[in-house]
């Protein structure tokens, strides 16, 4: 949301780049639900496969809004979308009920669950079955999201950490929970950065130490510094020094 709707199409296509056949989804996460009609209208003509709606970022919207925003902006660009339910950041809450009343569009194919409930994930899924794929999006409730039918990780840590990410993923969809709680039990710390007011700043900067890419972002934020910056500094250097050996999968 610190990216200007240009910009924002910038990165889709630079994306684009390099995905090949692999979708690319854009984020539509904006105030009005206008301005969020028109990006979504752009994104579809700039080329990408789907969006990721986050409701109503400043105005906290009912139920009946809700819908009607999320159906406006599915419309709008008339590509699949995954609605981001998340309502510890945003507010606005996405229950299984308004998942149930958007069912009856095709366009809405799957949720980033991040309500910080598990329960959540299976109410999904036993009232829905595979009407919707269900993603985890809590870095920290990623095993047992999977561990109870989400089909999917949209995982935080991924570009500093992606072979233990993909690792998890696949031990659990094998079902080698084990082997993949081991590494879920040294990935903790780096998972709990990503639940956090500063998990913008947290994860560039593990990023930054991990693979040597850098820690800006845009402002109102600000790198960590002090005493922030020594913790989280501490928990991807601790990491490093521990990193497991992965299994074959």
């Not at 990165?11 to 969020?36: D, F, I, Y």
């Not at 039990?185 to 700043?201: A, E, H, I, K, M």
């Not at 109102?220 to 992965?246: M, W, Y």
Request: negative net charge; charged residues 25%.
């Amino acid at each position: 949301p610190m990216l200007s709707h240009d910009e924002r199409l910038d990165v889709l296509r630079a994306v684009k780049e390099v995905t090949g056949s692999r979708p690319a989804l854009l984020t539509v996460a904006e105030a009005a639900t206008r301005e969020a009609c028109r990006l979504a209208e752009r994104a579809a003509a700039a080329g990408a496969d789907g969006l990721m709606v986050v409701p109503s970022t400043i105005y906290h919207t009912d139920r009946r809004e809700t819908v009607a925003n999320l159906r406006a902006i599915a419309a709008a660009g008339d590509l699949p979308v995954m609605i981001y339910s998340n309502r510890v950041a945003y507010r606005v809450d996405v229950t299984t009920d308004i998942l149930e009343e958007l069912a009856d569009d095709a366009r809405f194919v799957a949720v980033k669950e991040s309500s910080d409930d598990i329960r959540r994930t299976t109410e999904i899924l036993s009232r829905l079955g595979s009407r919707y794929d269900v993603f985890t999006g809590v870095d920290n409730l990623a095993f047992e999201a999977l561990a109870v039918g989400a089909v999917g990780w949209v995982a935080g840590l991924v570009i500093a950490f992606p072979h233990e990410t993909v690792a998890i993923y696949q031990l659990m969809k094998a079902g080698r929970y084990a082997e993949a709680l081991a590494i879920y039990r040294w990935f903790r710390p780096l998972l709990d950065l990503d639940v956090s007011t500063y998990l913008v700043q947290n994860i560039k900067l593990a990023e930054a130490l991990a693979i040597g890419s850098n820690d800006r972002v845009r402002a109102p934020r600000l790198p960590l510094d002090g005493a922030q910056r020594e913790r989280v500094a501490a928990i991807v250097a601790q990491a490093l020094r521990e990193r497991p050996t992965l299994p074959q999968f």
